[in-house]
Structure formats: C-alpha cells, structure tokens
C-alpha cells in the first residue's frame, strides 16, 4: 500500500527546517526550487499518527504573504482617475511578483500529495497566509486534504505534539484579515493621492514627498504632534509647599505635606503661620505593616517592546526583529501575544531546569527548583492563541549575536522572575498633624528581595529608617519652612510611552505597532531626537513641520463637526479594530464591515476634498512661512 | 399684609439666618399676592427662601444688621487671626482651584472642548511605563495591569478652592477650603451661590472654610454663573501668561 503523502508549508524558510529538523529526527532530503534561493523543500518520513499512519512528508515554506490586492491596470497612475473612485474601483488578488516561484512550488507539490497541512505561525496574520497557501495548493490540486497545525514555538516535542493534533483553518481570523488589507488599500491609496496631489506642489520640499495616509499612521502621529504642542505651549508657574523636618535619635526625618503644593502664596504663608502658632506636632497615626513590590506579570509582546526600548536601548522595531529571530531559533515562544496568564497545562519546572546551565541566572533558576518556585501572578488578558512570552530553550551566549543576547536575557530573566516569590518589606508611615495641616513620613526596609535578585530591571530599595513615634505624642519639628518650585512642561514622547498610547487607544496590533511607527519615520513625519547625554540619554519623537502641518490642517478640516470625527485622533480606528474582532467571531460578515467603514470613510474623504483650503492653509503657515505653533 | 411680611421676615431670620430687606419683602408680597391667598406661611417661607437663594445679596437682604455684616476692614494681612460675629450670609462672586496649576486647569478645558473627555478615558490617558507602583500589602493579590494608571496632575478639580465670597452691604472677603468640602468645587459651586459663615475665623485677611463654619445654603445667580463660565477660559489664559503663573492675591 502506497504510503499517503503529505506536504507541509510553513511561513518562513527557518521555521520549514526547524520542523523538518523534529519531525524527521534530522534525516531529511533538501531540494532547491527553481526561482528562489530560500525556500527549500525538505522530504522525509514521519509517523503522523491515526488516520494517516506513515506518510512521506514534503516540508517546505512561503515567505510571508504570497498575494497582494491592488486595482487594475487602469486606476493604476496617480492621474488615471479621481482619487473617490478608488472606494468602489474593482480589485483583484494576484501573486507579488517576487513570489511567484514560490506560489509555482507549491501548486506542483500539491499535485503528488494527499494532503496539505499548514505551518503557519498562530495568529490572524498567519491564518490569512494560510489561506493564500491552500488556494494554491488547490490550483494544482483541487481535492486536497487541508488541515493545521497548531504551535507557538518549536521545541521538538511541541511540533511533535502539533503534527500529531492537526486542526482546521480559521476562516473567520482569514476573512478578518482580508478585510483589514481591502480596507487599509482603498483608503490608503484614495486619500494618499489626494492629499499627494493637492499639497506637494506647495513647497519644493515636498517635491519628492509622498504624503501617505494610512488608518494607523494618522492617530499615531497625532499622539506624537499631541505631546509635542503640549510642550512647546506649556506655561511655567510657581508654586509654594510647606515642609517640616523633626530631628530625633540623630535621623533628621522630612515630613512631606499632604497638600503637595498649592498655586497660592498668601494662602501657604497663612497656612504655615498656623502651624507655628499651634507649636506642637501631634502624631495622629503610625502604621507599620509589611508590605510587598509584586513581581511582574507573564511578559506579552507589548510589554516587551516598552521594556525593550527602555532598558536594552534598542527601538521597538529592532527589539520585534529580534525576537522574531529568537523565536525562529527555537529560543523563545512565539513572540507575537497578549496572553499575560501561563495556561495551568504548562510545566514552568520544567522550563525553568532548562536555564540551569546558565553562568548568569543557572543558580537563580536552581533556587527556584529546590525551594522557591511560586506559581506566576495571572493578568486579564488571554488571546488564546499563545503563551506570554518565554524561554523554551537554554541558548548559549556563544550563539546569540549582541542584539540576541540582550533581548533573550530579558525574555528569561522576566519568565523566571514570573515564577519567583514577590519582595518583601516592612513600611512605616507616620502622619501627624501640624496646626490644621496634615504630614507624612514614610520608611521602607526590604527584607527579602526574591524576584528583585534575577530580575535586575526593577528597583526597590530600603530608605532611611524612622525613629520610634508614638500615637498621641506631642513634639515641636525643628524646622517648619515655605519652599517654592516651577511646574515643568511635559517630556517628549517617547517609543514605549507611544506604544502604550497605542495600545490604550486600540491602534494596531501587537504585531503592527513598531510597523507604524518605522512608518510615520520613513515618511518623515517625525523624527527621532537623542536629549540628554550619557546613560541618561533618551530618545524622543518630535514631530517634522510636515506632521505638524497635517495634524492641524486636519483638525481644522473637521473642526465644528457633529460628533467631531477626527483621523488625527485613534477613535475611529479603534472602531475598525473592534469591528475586526467581531469578524474573527463571527458575530459579523466580513463584506458587511467593509461596506460600512468604506461608506464612512468615503464621507470624510469628500469632506477633505471641499476643505482643502483649510489643509493648504496648514501648509502654507506651517511648510512655507515656518511659523510657529 | 404687614403682619404677614413681619411674619415671614422673622421666619428666615430665625430658621434661615437671613435678614430679609422689607423693601424685597414687600416687592415678593405684591408680586405673588395673587398666590398668597390660601396658601400656609410655610410654604409661602419657602418660596421666599427659593427666590432670595436666586437673587442678588445686596437686594434681597438688609444692610443694615451690623451683625451679619463682614467687617469692612476684612482683608487687613496685618491681623494674624481674629473670629466674625456668629451668622453672616455671603454669596460666592469667584472660585478657584489652587491646588492645580492654571495651565493644567486650561488643558483641561481644552480637551473638554475638543470632545475628548467624553470619549471615555483612554485619550487622557497617561501612561507611566516603568514606575508602576505596584506595592501592595500581603493578602490583596488583585492583579495590576501592565502599565499603571497614575493621573500626573489631580484631573478633576482637587482643591483646594479659592473664593471670593460677598456680602449684603457689598463687602468683598478671600476665603480659602481648608479642609475638603463636597459642595465646594468647580462646577458644582455655582457663582452666586449662597453660603452662612458660622463664627468663622479670619487669618491674614483670609476667611478659613471649615465644615463647621459653613452651611451651604444653594441657589445662584444665573446671569453672573453664565459670564463666569463663558469667559473662564480667557481669565485663566490672562493670568498665567500675565503673572508668569505668580498669582499671589
């Protein structure tokens, strides 16, 4: 009996071997594709279990997407027809050029093989491509099985556990997807020409200038103009405060007021006045508990851009790139999730004995399997598709490029962190009231550091100790003064502070935030600025004239409007986002929430075009005359 | 008809405080006789009480009772404390907060204008990564989110409040919260509205507002709350681009 021949497609060239590596023990055949100096195609045998038994097995892989959607020859110049029509112009699908042998490869495999399973990667963008790769499988092979796999990083006896519970396609995660790309192209491209067209010949430094619009890019740059205006508009006031230091037992102790500070001179000087009539302090409350600084929760992938960016000084993009690496290494998990909750299923003993050839963290890990392994903190959020982001495997510093190594010390540093007890610590507050006006001291001391030993990013340290304070006692501070400061402008934005302001704000995906911020780069839109110097040194994001220019240009367009819609600010996109979702349950029908977004779009593209003179006007003041905001 | 007015003007004297001007009271009386005829004193009290709550001070009450009265040398900062005479009805001619800068207190304004406020609170937003403070004692093992929520400036108007209060015979007086009062704050207190100073203390030409030397008594006058808060904006702007934010009274 013929054995059943099977072929494998898995989204990336380096994932294709890591699997073919798993599943044929390391025995595999490699053929080259004509047309493609990646994508390979390994053949070997394995055992896929009931029903299929024996197969021989074709692994190979595409490159990403292997289609684009684009209009058709006639839409396609710039001149060729009014931006609007470009709403409800025809599309079509086709494979990208430079995919074509890759597209050719597996329509030919598909002909000698039963089945099909796929490998792509766990998430909506994966099961879109997984679709792509069916169709085509189909075109050389209509009566394919098609079946998938289900992973989130490629340790053997994962794969091995993937390979042998194949599961079906997601077509609604698919559809939502495809509905995304038609969205982002008509509106991308209706508006990019019109805007394109209309304001680059204002100035010559924008004659070679696309300027682009896109449904992420827009809110996002807005959040950076945003900042940049709130600093550059800031006023600076004084303000006054009160502060008492009471010297006992030699530890001079400063008691912090409980106003903080107020904006009124006349009012702290009579206030202070108070105090120094009453003469005496008395001591209302001291409160000594113990106290604890919670280790962090399982690590998602927005967390670890903020983290990336703020500790290992590498931008959101780059920290993405190489996890992506890692993760294709078979180092970490799939990098690419929201879960902050471990699944109960999952032996985080087990993970953590595999750090234990480590130099750095070996014995922490060793710690944590002798005694002092708790079970990690569970946050709320679970996409149900992947882990939090953790270590799989013990990588040898050897083998880890720079960039690698920062990264993937993070990666196990917070997973093992996850799985230690939190600090312990004893507090004191002491309060006293001062005349009618309330202080407050407060003293720390860490007892045990437990999660803060491994994970060296946190800080959390023991302050001067207070002298013994009794309630009820009176005692006369030796010092009551007025101090007085200047309020600060705000800091420019930085990544992880935008990254959060996106995902507060439902712009994009986990995937695609580091995307849209390269993006508004590229366009020049914003730029990225080094302030400070040293270790101290961060890096900002100011906004180009030209961003400026475009975020109120636009507020002006809409200004006035019922319901003030706003493509600087992310409430529609967030709208979109979710509509997304309610495709990927099936709550709604695709064609449906295209429909309704194009139709809604189309209204405030037609707006633009009547207030143009008000995005000119932008331009002019802001590009030409260099005006200040 | 005089008995009634000498009947309702020792009402509101005595359960209200307020020494009501007869030629108010007279006016009230004529205006409404066409009310007045079945109707019981106390509900006729009330209505007096509503109406005089919606009026001018310097109407509706007599100037002439020296005990409701604020001194006329009220803001001498050379007078570290002294004690007001116990009941004097004032209205509220100005409030502030000046807990918060007046700059925030404009951006504020702004995004309220922008339509932002009431798009729920993620626009506002602010993100402090990293400096999450997440201590909490043993025990309580709610789960924080990744980035903690931590309002860098008291968003919503904190106090303390700043007022100008006024009294029957015109006299102005400062006063400030000095302790936390829940009818007392913008947009809640309106301009106009009518307070009872209670043997309250003067500091420095300060009038102190404790809950024990203040009954909010209500009301306000519509046209002066309308201006007020029309033109609070340009006030607030005028201010901390004039001073440089040094606002000493």
Redesign the interface.
């Given at each position: 009996m013929a054995v059943t021949k099977v072929l494998c497609v898995a989204e990336k060239p380096a994932i294709a071997k890591a699997v073919a590596q798993h599943l044929s023990g390391g025995q595999f055949q490699t053929h080259h594709i004509t047309g493609n100096q990646y994508v390979k195609n390994y053949v070997f045998d394995f055992n896929f279990g009931a029903p299929w038994g024996d197969c021989s097995v074709t692994m190979t892989s595409v490159i990403g997407h292997l289609t684009s959607v684009d209009f058709p020859r006639e839409y396609k110049t710039w001149l060729s027809c009014p931006p609007a029509v470009l709403f409800e112009a025809p599309i079509h699908t086709s494979v990208d050029k430079d995919k074509t042998a890759i597209a050719k490869n597996i329509m030919k495999q598909a002909r000698n093989h039963r089945a099909l399973v796929i490998w792509t990667d766990c998430d909506r963008e994966g099961e879109h491509i997984g679709a792509e790769v069916r169709d085509q499988a189909k075109e050389g092979n209509r009566n394919i099985l098609v079946k998938r796999a289900k992973f989130n990083n490629t340790e053997r006896a994962h794969v091995l556990d993937a390979a042998r519970s194949l599961i079906e396609l997601n077509e609604l995660q698919a559809n939502a997807v495809a509905a995304r790309i038609e969205l982002d192209l008509r509106i991308g491209a209706a508006f990019t020409r019109l805007l394109t067209l209309q304001l680059q010949p204002l100035h010559e430094s924008l004659a070679q200038q696309v300027i682009s619009y896109g449904s992420c890019q827009f809110p996002t740059l807005g959040f950076v103009v945003d900042r940049y205006l709130?600093v550059k508009r800031?006023?600076?006031?004084?303000?006054w405060g009160i502060k008492v230091i009471h010297t006992r037992d030699d530890i001079k102790v400063n008691f912090l007021w409980s106003?903080v500070r107020?904006?009124?001179?006349?009012?702290v000087?009579?206030m202070l006045?108070?105090c120094l009539?009453a003469k005496n302090a008395k001591v209302t409350k001291v409160n000594q508990?113990?106290?604890?600084?919670?280790k962090p929760?399982p690590l998602?992938t927005?967390?670890l851009q903020?983290?990336g960016t703020?500790y290992l000084h590498m931008n959101s993009a780059a920290v993405m790139k190489v996890a992506e690496a890692l993760y294709t290494k078979g180092f970490i998990s799939y990098p690419r999730t929201e879960t902050?909750q471990f699944d109960k299923g999952i032996d985080l003993k087990k993970l953590i004995e595999k750090q234990l050839p480590d130099q750095s963290w070996g014995q922490y890990a060793r710690g944590l399997l002798d005694s002092n392994f708790r079970t990690p903190?569970?946050?709320?959020h679970n996409d149900q598709a992947h882990p939090p982001i953790h270590p799989v495997c013990w990588a040898s510093p050897t083998v880890l490029s720079a960039e690698e190594k920062k990264v993937y010390e993070f990666v196990v540093r917070r997973f093992l962190a996850c799985c230690s007890d939190d600090a312990?610590g004893q507090?004191t507050d002491v309060e006293v009231q001062y005349g009618?006006e309330m202080f407050h001291a407060r003293g720390l001391i860490v007892l045990e550091r437990n999660y803060l030993d491994v994970y060296v990013y946190d800080k959390w340290d023991s302050t001067q100790q207070l002298p013994n304070y009794r309630v009820g006692e009176l005692f006369e501070p030796t010092e009551a003064n007025i101090f007085d400061g200047?309020?600060t402008p705000?800091n420019y934005l930085?990544e992880?502070?935008l990254i959060?302001?996106m995902d507060?704000?439902g712009i994009g995906t986990d995937a695609t935030m580091a995307e849209h911020i390269d993006r508004i780069k590229q366009r020049s839109y914003i730029g990225a600025h080094s302030r400070g110097n040293g270790r101290s040194a961060v890096e900002v994001l100011i906004p180009t004239r030209l961003g400026i220019a475009l975020i109120l240009g636009y507020d002006d367009v809409f200004a006035g409007l019922t319901d003030?819609p706003s493509l600087s600010?992310?409430?529609l996109r967030k709208q979109m986002e979710l509509e997304m979702r309610d495709v990927c349950s099936g709550s709604r029908v695709r064609q449906h929430v295209v429909q309704q977004n194009l139709d809604m779009y189309r209204e405030l593209f037609i707006h633009t075009q009547r207030r143009m003179n008000m995005l000119k006007a932008a331009f002019q003041k802001y590009i030409v005359e260099e005006g200040n905001v | 008809m005089a008995n009634l007015q000498d009947q309702l003007a020792a009402q509101l004297l005595h359960t209200k405080s307020l020494p009501v001007s007869p030629t108010w009271l007279n006016n009230f009386l004529s205006t409404s006789s066409a009310l007045q005829r079945n109707i019981p004193i106390s509900a006729l009290t009330q209505t007096a009480l509503f109406r005089i709550l919606t009026s001018d001070f310097r109407e509706s009450l007599t100037p002439r009772n020296p005990a409701s009265k604020l001194p006329v040398d009220i803001f001498d900062p050379t007078v570290q404390e002294r004690r007001l005479p116990s009941s004097i009805p004032v209205q509220v001619l100005d409030i502030e907060d000046i807990g918060s800068s007046l700059w925030s207190q404009v951006e504020a304004i702004e995004r309220v204008e922008r339509g932002e406020a009431v798009r729920g609170r993620e626009i506002i937003r602010t993100v402090n990564v990293g400096d999450e403070e997440q201590e909490g004692t043993n025990g309580t093992a709610a789960a924080g989110t990744g980035a903690s929520v931590n309002g860098n400036a008291r968003s919503d108007s904190g106090g303390p409040h700043r007022l100008i209060l006024q009294d029957a015979a015109g006299t102005r007086a400062v006063a400030i919260e000095m302790s936390r009062m829940n009818g007392i704050g913008i947009n809640k207190l309106p301009i106009g509205a009518k307070l009872l100073l209670w043997n309250a203390t003067v500091a420095r030409g300060m009038i102190l507002l404790t809950p024990e030397s203040v009954t909010l008594l209500g009301g306000k006058i519509e046209s002066m709350d309308q201006a007020w808060k029309s033109g609070r904006k340009a006030r607030l702007l005028e201010k901390v681009t004039a001073t440089g934010g040094e606002n000493a009274t």
């Open positions: 709130r800031f006023k600076p006031e004084t303000f106003r107020l904006f009124d001179r006349a009012a000087t009579m006045e108070r009539m508990k113990p106290t604890s600084k919670w929760l998602t927005v967390d903020m983290m703020r902050d903190r569970a946050g709320r312990k507090s009618e200047k309020t705000p930085t992880p502070e959060g302001l507060a704000n003030s600010k992310p409430f | -």
